[in-house]
């Protein structure tokens, strides 16, 4: 979460890779009956807009630094998510794929892929981040980021690491780099 990752997704895909967002594809899977249903049923009403959406920003408040509610949470939403990943991995067009995900290595995907591209930053440069994008404290930032818990790639065929602790064109540079390996993959 605020690391980078969608701004490297973004220019893999400007230079002619086809990307799939996880983030949108969550945003589908909230949005199925059944799955929120599932979610009002374990986290209550609050979590429900005036629109009968799912609030999200809700949501995060409660399984954001309770691993027992994130469990249960990932119960609900994540075998539908996967199934809609996997799907719109296959039916995506072109030879190079992208799938821009922040909960990749929950998921365990890392097998299926052909290489992950790991975007990583400081926890001061990922707050700064998310403050300025989803505003809030910094406590709330923080609570969100140390509530991913995420562990490490693996099983990964190949394994790029990018570190974004220095400017847009440090980034930049590391991602043409790794972009041209990509390119080259058979």
């Known amino acids: 979460m605020a690391s980078g990752k969608s701004t490297v997704s973004n220019w893999f895909r400007d230079w002619g890779a086809a990307l799939v967002e996880g983030d949108r594809l969550g945003w589908e899977t909230l949005a199925r009956t059944d799955v929120a249903?599932?979610?009002?049923?374990?986290?209550g009403p609050d979590i429900v807009s005036p629109d009968g959406s799912i609030d999200r920003g809700r949501l995060g408040s409660i399984v954001f630094g309770d691993?027992?509610?994130?469990?249960?949470?990932?119960?609900?939403?994540?075998?539908p998510l996967?199934?809609?990943?996997?799907e719109a991995?296959?039916?995506?067009?072109?030879?190079?794929?992208?799938?821009?995900?922040?909960?990749?290595?929950?998921?365990?995907?890392e097998p299926e892929l052909d290489g992950v591209v790991e975007v990583s930053a400081e926890e001061a440069s990922r707050v700064?981040?998310?403050?300025?994008?989803?505003?809030?404290?910094?406590?709330?930032?923080r609570a969100?980021?140390?509530?991913?818990?995420?562990?490490?790639?693996?099983?990964?065929?190949?394994h790029w690491f990018l570190r974004?602790?220095?400017?847009?064109?440090?980034?930049?540079?590391?991602?043409?780099?790794i972009w041209r390996e990509i390119e080259r993959l058979p």
């Not at 039916?91 to 929950?106: E, Q, Y």
């Not at 974004?164 to 780099?177: I, K, Q, V």
């Open 89 to 109: 991995l296959n039916a995506a067009p072109g030879r190079i794929v992208i799938l821009d995900a922040a909960l990749l290595t929950t998921w365990r995907l």
């Open 128 to 141: 700064a981040r998310l403050r300025a994008s989803r505003g809030g404290t910094d406590a709330e930032a």
């Open 144 to 158: 969100r980021i140390r509530g991913q818990h995420l562990p490490p790639v693996a099983g990964a065929r190949r």
């Open 37 to 43: 249903a599932a979610l009002t049923g374990a986290f």
């Open 164 to 177: 974004n602790d220095g400017d847009r064109a440090d980034l930049r540079r590391g991602a043409e780099e």
């Open 67 to 79: 691993p027992r509610a994130m469990e249960r949470l990932n119960e609900i939403v994540q075998p």
């Open 82 to 86: 996967l199934a809609r990943v996997r």
